[in-house]
């Protein structure tokens, strides 16, 4: 095994967003443990985006409320120093507000959703600044994938049952896919090949043909009452992971096959994290402020624990 394979089998650390405890928590990746705390963070610290280098994390700020009810917007990303654990410094996007979820493009630009804005910030880690600014056509763009190889970002548009195409290099709106019902969540295949959303009005994900820009497909969510939200792909490209709405269940459904695998976590499940080896997975449960690590061979949660107030993001590096 050479050395850059090892790194990636054994994660340094784990950072979790404690939400709920307006702090960044960071924890021992094997154990569990909470080690440190970075306290009096902006108000309800949501979202997390590690950098490729592994040195840098930026959490946005997102504002006192939730997506559709958030009456004080903020308007700060947090840049975090992994290695000595602190809090750098704090990004000012204003005029824009609701910075929401973050995601580094293959340029090493950082591309920020800013929801109440309607814009697709763009920042520069290496200038220390703001370069540029995409329009996403939709004040209730919440959540973004970028699909590097298309050089293409596509944006949730929950209310407004839509997926806008934004194009990088020419930073402008060049499509939209309307939808049959409201969504909740995105995610893009590792080859993306696809683009998969979460419907918000049943309990099934939707996949979705960009070049085409039409649903190609319809998939039941197994063991769900509820409408699921956020997705994630594996590293690997193996699994899909649906997070449940307010539902204390996830599913893990296996690409190019048939297992659709239900298995019950903590109250409010918030989002997930596939850990560098391949087989665990880790949730973040708000609802009771907990953490369940589940074995991805088995489908079983292994363990537990009990981390912050309530947790909703959170990455190995």
Same mark, same amino acid.
């Given at each position: 095994?050479?050395?850059?394979?090892?790194?990636?089998?054994?994660?340094?650390?784990?950072?979790?967003?404690?939400?709920?405890?307006?702090?960044?928590?960071?924890?021992?990746?094997?154990?569990?443990?909470?080690?440190?705390?970075?306290?009096?963070?902006?108000?309800?610290?949501?979202?997390?985006?590690?950098?490729?280098?592994?040195?840098?994390?930026?959490?946005?700020?997102?504002?006192?409320?939730?997506?559709?009810?958030?009456?004080?917007?903020?308007?700060?990303?947090?840049? !975090?120093?992994?290695?000595?654990?602190?809090?750098?410094?704090? !990004?000012?996007? +204003?005029?824009?507000?609701?910075?929401?979820?973050?995601?580094?493009?293959?340029?090493?630009?950082?591309?920020?959703?800013?929801?109440?804005?309607?814009?697709?910030?763009?920042?520069?880690?290496? +200038?220390?600044?703001?370069?540029?600014? $995409?329009?996403?056509?939709?004040?209730?763009?919440?959540?973004?994938?970028?699909?590097?190889?298309?050089?293409?970002?596509?944006?949730?548009?929950?209310?407004?049952?839509?997926?806008?195409?934004?194009?990088?290099?020419?930073?402008?709106?060049?499509?939209?896919?309307?939808?049959?019902?409201?969504?909740?969540? !995105?995610?893009?295949?590792?080859?993306?090949?696809?683009?998969?959303?979460?419907?918000?009005?049943?309990?099934?994900?939707?996949?979705?043909?960009?070049?085409?820009?039409?649903?190609?497909?319809?998939?039941?969510?197994?063991? %769900?009452?509820?409408?699921? +939200?956020?997705?994630?792909?594996?590293?690997?490209?193996?699994?899909?992971?649906?997070?449940?709405?307010?539902?204390?269940?996830?599913?893990?459904?296996? $690409?190019?096959?048939?297992? +659709?695998?239900?298995?019950?976590?903590?109250?409010?499940?918030?989002?997930?994290?596939? %850990?560098?080896?391949?087989?665990?997975?880790?949730?973040?449960?708000?609802?009771?402020?907990?953490?369940?690590?589940?074995?991805?061979?088995?489908?079983?949660?292994?363990?537990?624990?009990?981390?912050?107030?309530?947790?909703?993001?959170?990455?190995?590096?």
């Amino acid at each position: 095994m050479t050395q850059s394979a090892r790194r990636a089998r054994s994660p340094k650390g784990l950072i979790v967003i404690d939400k709920q405890g307006d702090r960044i928590l960071f924890l021992d990746p094997l154990s569990l443990r909470t080690l440190e705390a970075i306290e009096d963070m902006p108000k309800l610290p949501h979202e997390l985006a590690i950098s490729p280098d592994q040195t840098r994390a930026y959490v946005p700020a997102y504002g006192d409320g939730v997506h559709g009810d958030n009456p004080h917007p903020n308007h700060l990303i947090s840049v !975090i120093d992994l290695q000595e654990r602190r809090r750098l410094d704090d !990004i000012e996007l +204003q005029p824009l507000q609701a910075p929401h979820t973050l995601r580094f493009g293959r340029d090493g630009l950082l591309y920020i959703c800013c929801e109440k804005s309607a814009v697709i910030a763009i920042y520069d880690p290496q +200038q220390g600044g703001m370069v540029g600014e $995409i329009e996403t056509g939709s004040a209730n763009s919440h959540r973004l994938a970028i699909l590097p190889q298309r050089a293409w970002i596509c944006t949730d548009n929950e209310e407004d049952a839509s997926v806008s195409i934004l194009d990088i290099a020419a930073r402008s709106l060049v499509g939209r896919i309307q939808l049959p019902c409201a969504i909740a969540g !995105i995610a893009a295949a590792k080859d993306e090949s696809a683009v998969v959303v979460t419907s918000a009005d049943h309990p099934e994900i939707l996949i979705l043909d960009v070049e085409g820009r039409e649903v190609r497909k319809k998939i039941t969510l197994q063991g %769900h009452d509820k409408p699921g +939200q956020v997705v994630r792909f594996s590293p690997d490209g193996r699994w899909l992971l649906v997070v449940g709405d307010h539902e204390p269940v996830i599913s893990l459904i296996e $690409i190019g096959g048939d297992d +659709q695998r239900t298995i019950r976590v903590g109250k409010k499940p918030m989002d997930g994290v596939f %850990h560098p080896n391949g087989r665990s997975l880790l949730i973040a449960n708000e609802g009771d402020a907990t953490l369940s690590q589940i074995d991805l061979v088995t489908g079983r949660v292994l363990r537990t624990v009990a981390c912050g107030s309530g947790c909703e993001t959170l990455g190995y590096f």
